[in-house]
């Protein structure tokens, strides 16, 4: 049975898991690590994903996309501050949707996330020796419905199956948990690249129930990334006059520094950032180099109001779990940006004991996907887990009011019925507006879908009986029906596209994703012909070199052979070419090592001839027939 995996697909990076002897374990990728970065490079029509695509960033800024993860299932009102800050091109779509834009092509995030996808699914099917199509993806537990189902489309771009979308925290937790006997209440704080969210659960007995979530999908580590920033832009532009935020190469330097500032101030009370030839003077035209000492307090000062943001979800998380802090149990960390000392000791203040620490924040909630993906396949028995709908749902209703049927928090899958009438006389329909949010108003909530009842027959106001039912499955897909009692007229919607992609845009780019597959399929097996060849020729020209007594004869026919494989390599040649010459080289190297190999001889030390033995001898001694004696 193939196997299905498990996948964190991150802002910053992403990890891919599997059972595999009873325990979910970490994949390793292409380079041997354990984590890929969420990045994706467009340079010389190539499509460059993870740590390949991250090391070309610098020189190619307005190329190489990353977070793309805080723009999916979001709407250009919604993310256009981070569109702003990004060194690449983020522009609204007709649609009011987000697309980058590299080289006049648009792309959108579920595209992008789809390519960082298709890279650990090829990595691990490599690795595990088989074509993986199955998986569980999971989310920010505070991702509404349009970032979800994005989510889902991205996955099904790649080419994969998505069996469920899982929430992070709920992950980890099953991670966590799954050896766990009793029964515990078990905070999760996951602190991304760029989500945050907190959930409450009850751990236990195999049953994994959240009992409530909450969080700010706006909060991040990027964020901290963009406070030190803005700090190193706002100085240096007081030093020289020179904005660094306008020139993208100087940007994405100054992000990359900032990033590594931050990690290294996890360890260290102070640190260094240097970036020489970052900006020329626009008097002089001489180089400026920044070159800034950051200490751990200076960070923890920038990042102040960023902190004090953390507060009110976990507050709201215990609140909605109807628990004081001192009524848990553990407290697990996930996401790196857990490891900053401010966080870690803000979560002590706030929860009143030391988080467990022992394990590891990046690659926990991969682990927990691959637990359900084993639960979904059947690979692991007795554990039950009971998610919850992060945000109310509900309709609008006269006077423009948000009226909740499903409150947040609610354990899915969930159906709710309710029963509502018209507020005019003569009503020959009405238009059901589904809603999610946690405002009073229906303007200040986000729609999800509008659909019509109609030809009702005529009424007075409050004589229609219409039942609106609202229904969750375990995926977290919300299908609204609407029936009036008296004459059994009925009509429903399925929430989807609400991602601002269409279902056709979708189909395009899984064809898109499929052919850019194979291409990249064959573009890898050129450049391994290629490297083989190569190292075949430096192999055979150290054969030359250190064949001394060979003879210009002897070295013709490899010499002529390394000249084509070289001719070849320098020609950009195809794939069929250069195995070609690759076996044409080995074929004359293998000839060249046996002509100038030394020759053992069995005769005497003084060189003096020997007597070939007669076969009638009976003996099994021969003289080597290569054997010539001294002086022939």
Do not use: C
Not at 240 to 261: C, F, G, H, M, T
Request: aromatic share 4%.
């Amino acid at each position: 049975m193939a196997k299905a995996v498990g996948i964190d697909l991150g802002t910053t990076n992403s990890v891919i898991s599997v059972m595999e002897g009873g325990e979910s374990v970490v994949l390793v990728n292409s380079e041997g690590n354990r984590t890929t970065p969420s990045v994706v490079g467009f340079k010389d029509d190539q499509r460059l994903v993870g740590q390949v695509a991250k090391r070309q960033g610098v020189l190619n800024p307005k190329g190489t996309i990353f977070e793309a993860k805080r723009f999916i299932g979001r709407t250009w009102d919604e993310i256009q501050h981070e569109a702003e800050r990004a060194p690449y091109e983020v522009v609204k779509g007709d649609d009011g949707g987000v697309r980058f834009v590299v080289a006049g092509e648009q792309h959108t995030p579920e595209a992008i996330s789809a390519m960082v996808l298709r890279k650990l699914v090829s990595d691990a099917s490599e690795q595990l020796g088989q074509k993986i199509t199955k998986a569980v993806i999971t989310v920010p537990a505070y991702f509404n419905n349009a970032q979800r189902e994005a989510t889902q489309n991205a996955g099904k771009i790649a080419g994969l199956e998505v069996l469920r979308i899982v929430n992070e925290p709920t992950a980890a937790a099953l991670a966590y948990g799954l050896d766990k006997k009793g029964s515990e209440t078990v905070l999760v704080f996951d602190l991304g690249g760029g989500t945050f969210d907190v959930s409450v659960l009850e751990v236990g007995d195999g049953v994994f129930e959240v009992r409530s979530t909450s969080g700010d999908t706006h909060l991040g580590g990027s964020d901290f990334d963009y406070a030190i920033v803005n700090w190193l832009a706002d100085e240096f532009k007081a030093e020289y006059n020179v904005d660094l935020r306008k020139d993208k190469q100087a940007l994405q330097r100054l992000i990359e520094a900032s990033e590594k500032a931050k990690i290294e101030l996890s360890g260290l009370p102070e640190t260094t950032i240097s970036l020489p030839f970052i900006a020329m003077d626009p008097a002089s035209n001489a180089p400026l180099y920044l070159e800034k000492k950051l200490s751990r307090s200076k960070f923890e000062d920038l990042i102040g109001s960023l902190l004090g943001r953390i507060r009110g979800p976990v507050e709201q998380a215990l609140k909605d779990a109807k628990l004081s802090k001192d009524k848990i149990d553990e407290i697990i960390l996930v996401g790196g940006s857990t490891r900053v000392p401010a966080v870690k000791k803000l979560v002590k203040e706030l929860l009143g004991k030391e988080p467990n620490q022992t394990v590891n924040p990046d690659e926990v909630v991969a682990l927990g996907a691959a637990i359900q993906a084993g639960v979904l396949t059947g690979e692991v028995d007795d554990i039950v887990l009971l998610d919850v709908t992060p945000l109310s749902l509900g309709v609008e209703t006269k006077g423009g009011v948000f009226t909740k049927l499903i409150e947040r928090n609610t354990t899915v899958p969930v159906r709710k019925t309710e029963t509502f009438t018209t507020a005019d006389h003569n009503q020959t329909g009405v238009e059901v507006h589904v809603l999610q949010g946690e405002r009073s108003m229906a303007g200040d909530n986000k729609s999800l879908g509008r659909f019509k009842l109609e030809n009702l027959p005529p009424m007075p106001a409050g004589a229609p009986q219409i039942e609106i039912t609202y229904d969750i499955d375990a995926n977290g897909v919300l299908n609204v029906s609407a029936k009036e009692k008296s004459t059994g007229k009925a009509a429903s919607i399925t929430i989807q596209n609400t991602t601002t992609l269409a279902d056709d845009e979708v189909d395009t780019m899984v064809k898109d994703a499929e052919r850019h597959a194979e291409e990249d399929r064959v573009r890898r097996e050129g450049a391994e012909a290629r490297n083989q060849l190569d190292s075949l020729r430096l192999q055979a020209q150290k054969a030359v070199d250190e064949a001394e007594g060979a003879s210009d004869e002897q070295k013709q026919p490899l010499q002529a052979a390394m000249d084509e494989a070289k001719t070849a390599l320098d020609g950009n040649a195809p794939k069929d070419e250069l195995e070609s010459k690759g076996q044409a080289l080995a074929a004359a190297l293998q000839a060249f090592m046996q002509a100038t190999a030394p020759q053992a001889a069995d005769g005497p030390d003084d060189g003096e001839p020997t007597t070939e033995a007669s076969p009638a001898d009976g003996d099994d001694d021969v003289i080597d027939a290569d054997f010539k004696p001294s002086g022939t």
